[in-house]
């Protein structure tokens, strides 16, 4: 076991480091950098630029990375007509683009091995402290959608598992479906129109994690106010992911039900309910829990992104885009870094955590 821990964490190193190098050459290749936002800013078209991302060499201001020909006083970068050469120059040495590509991506690996993610370009910021103070709200998010799901899910797989083909298991595969084929963030948009003051009702509120007198209520109070807050995202995520793991779990055991075991207890006069969670829940159930640590970090990592932007959420997501819509490259490297690496880490919980649910596995014998 523990070399297999080992080994793994080992390999954590070149695949974390393949995601950063890839992802580096995209987004420097990316027009409309940092210099450019400042450029764009001092002409006041920032918001004109942004929607022309891209749109070609006449953009004076645009958002690409520099122009296709030489301009005359403002040195290579669009928008820099008429500036000083030396304030271009001192742009450059501020955001480190006085550099080569390939020694700005190194200085930048070695500054992470220390967890050293620099400031924020825009924010005047550290981005560690950034992303701490965002985490709570994507750790929040991530772990109740996922406790919550799971909650529903199993009881469900199993009931429709146990009545494969009844009535019950019919209808409430159409609610499946029907989950699963819309979008997290299409609930989230009719849970406002519903019940956050859209249309019908006002009983939730709009954005926010928690009330402006939060810091004045008593504890029992917070509570309530932080799940007040939660719980149209928390919804709206739990609906658009309940409908692959219900499934999972049903197939799961039915595949099991179906074995000899099964029917060997049944024949030595065992209780449908002894024979159900004595014996197959254990087997049925290890592919579900086992799968806990990925279905959380995508929930994490994907599904929160477009609810925290809907409902104003202050989390990673939200952090990330706003960093990769005003090219702020040090939030963005460094909340990717931290996406990369816990992402990975997460995947060899997932992979240990079978042991936990079966102890019958050992990793060693899977060994060569």
Not at 51 to 63: F, L, M, Y
Not at 180 to 196: D, V
Request: net charge neutral; aromatic share 12%.
């Amino acid at each position: 076991m523990l070399a297999y821990i080992v080994r793994r964490l080992l390999l954590v190193i070149p695949t974390l480091f393949g995601i950063m190098v890839l992802n580096f050459v995209i987004i420097q290749a990316a027009p409309g950098g940092p210099i450019e936002q400042i450029l764009s800013r001092i002409h006041g078209t920032a918001v004109e630029a942004t929607a022309r991302v891209g749109g070609g060499a006449g953009s004076e201001a645009g958002g690409g990375n520099k122009s296709t020909a030489p301009q005359e006083g403002g040195g290579a970068y669009r928008g820099a007509q008429g500036l000083d050469p030396q304030f271009i120059a001192d742009l450059e040495r501020q955001f480190g683009f006085d550099k080569p590509m390939h020694e700005r991506f190194f200085i930048m690996m070695g500054n992470y091995l220390t967890f050293d993610f620099g400031e924020s370009f825009f924010k005047d910021r550290k981005v560690v402290d950034l992303v701490i103070e965002r985490m709570p709200v994507s750790i929040s998010l991530g772990l109740w959608t996922t406790l919550l799901t799971y909650l529903i899910c199993i009881p469900l797989g199993i009931a429709k598992a146990v009545r494969d083909g009844s009535r019950f298991d019919i209808w409430t595969s159409g609610v499946v479906i029907v989950g699963n084929a819309i979008p997290s963030f299409l609930f989230a948009i009719l849970l406002i129109i519903l019940f956050a003051g859209g249309r019908y009702f006002a009983w939730f509120p709009l954005r926010g994690l928690t009330s402006p007198e939060w810091t004045d209520l008593s504890w029992p109070m917070r509570v309530v106010d932080y799940f007040w807050h939660m719980a149209l995202p928390i919804a709206a995520l739990t609906i658009g992911s309940f409908a692959t793991l219900t499934m999972l779990t049903k197939n799961s055991f039915i595949d099991q039900i179906n074995q000899q075991y099964v029917v060997t207890a049944r024949a030595k006069g065992l209780t449908e309910r002894r024979v159900l969670y004595g014996h197959v829940f254990r087997n049925g159930m290890l592919i579900v829990i086992a799968g806990f640590p990925g279905a959380f970090a995508g929930i994490l990592f994907t599904g929160a992104l477009l609810i925290e932007i809907i409902f104003s959420l202050n989390g990673l997501g939200l952090l990330g885009f706003e960093a990769a819509i005003g090219r702020d490259y040090p939030v963005m490297f460094g909340t990717l870094y931290f996406f990369a690496l816990m992402g990975l880490l997460l995947n060899i919980v997932g992979d240990l955590t079978y042991m936990l649910v079966d102890p019958r596995i050992h990793f060693e014998r899977q060994e060569v």
